[in-house]
T-cell receptor, first 115, second 114 residues
Framework: DGGITQSPKYLFRKEGQNVTLSCEQN?????MYWYRQDPGQGLRLIYY???????QKGDIAEGYSVSREKKESFPLTVTSAQKNPTAFYLC??????????????FGPGTRLTVT | GENVEQHPSTLSVQEGDSAVIKCTYS??????FPWYKQELGKGPQLIID?????GEKKDQRIAVTLNKTAKHFSLHITETQPEDSAVYFC?????????????FGAGTQVVVTP
């Protein structure tokens, strides 16, 4: 059963703690992306990666960090420096943007609540 | 950079009627235009897309049209059903963007009333 998995579905943390959100894909897609969605809002790009060990900042990267040690995994760490971390986080992947295959497919999301 | 505007922000339709959502884009280099459907608490689902070499694409009750001259594209849903109720997002990406970064519209909340 191919797809993108994100875990956990719900995550609760205390203010000041770092937290890592998991994203795994078994689609053999080259590129992976992290988005943030606030209630009633659109999607904002946090980080993206096209190959292993390489990633780029998106529009709202401050307070976040990522790694891409394996093609199938792209974890996102929300650090204590992120001022408003409570949000719905979405991971996506695409086959090969550099090869013109830009269709993005999304995971089910992780809802993070920081109090 | 690319800027995508989406209208309306909310759309209420009677079951069986048609729904139309419109998006405009700013970058003439954009050549790929997907539409996503997001149900409450779930990730967006790619429902249809169109590339700049095509003017219209249909898939059962949904269709997308593209006007490159005017730089706008639209989603058409015919014979709406209650399960069509969701938030719909349009997006665009430029052929010059090797990273495939999508620029999303703000979304349209569609409510289909029985």
């Amino acid at each position: 059963d191919g797809g993108i998995t994100q875990s956990p579905k719900y995550l609760f943390r205390k203010e000041g703690q770092n937290v890592t959100l998991s994203c795994e894909q078994n689609l053999n897609h080259d590129a992976m992306y992290w988005y943030r969605q606030d209630p009633g809002q659109g999607l904002r790009l946090i980080y993206y990666s096209q190959i292993v060990n390489d990633f780029q900042k998106g529009d709202i990267a401050e307070g976040y960090s990522v790694s891409r040690e394996k093609k199938e995994s792209f974890p996102l760490t929300v650090t204590s420096a992120q001022k408003n971390p409570t949000a719905f986080y979405l991971c996506a992947s695409s086959i090969s943007p550099s090869g013109g295959r830009v269709e993005q497919y999304f995971g089910p999301g992780t809802r993070l609540t920081v109090t | 950079g690319e800027n995508v505007e989406q209208h309306p922000s909310t759309l209420s339709v009677q079951e069986g009627d048609s729904a139309v959502i419109k998006c405009t884009y700013s970058d003439s280099a954009s050549n790929y235009f997907p539409w996503y459907k997001q149900e409450l608490g779930k990730g967006p689902q790619l429902i249809i897309d169109i590339r700049s070499n095509v003017g219209e694409k249909k898939d059962q009750r949904i269709a997308v049209t593209l006007n490159k001259t005017a730089k706008h594209f639209s989603l058409h849903i015919t014979e709406t059903q209650p399960e069509d109720s969701a938030v719909y997002f349009c997006a665009a990406v430029a052929r010059t963007d090797s990273w495939g970064k999508l620029q999303f519209g703000a979304g349209t909340q569609v409510v289909v009333t029985p």
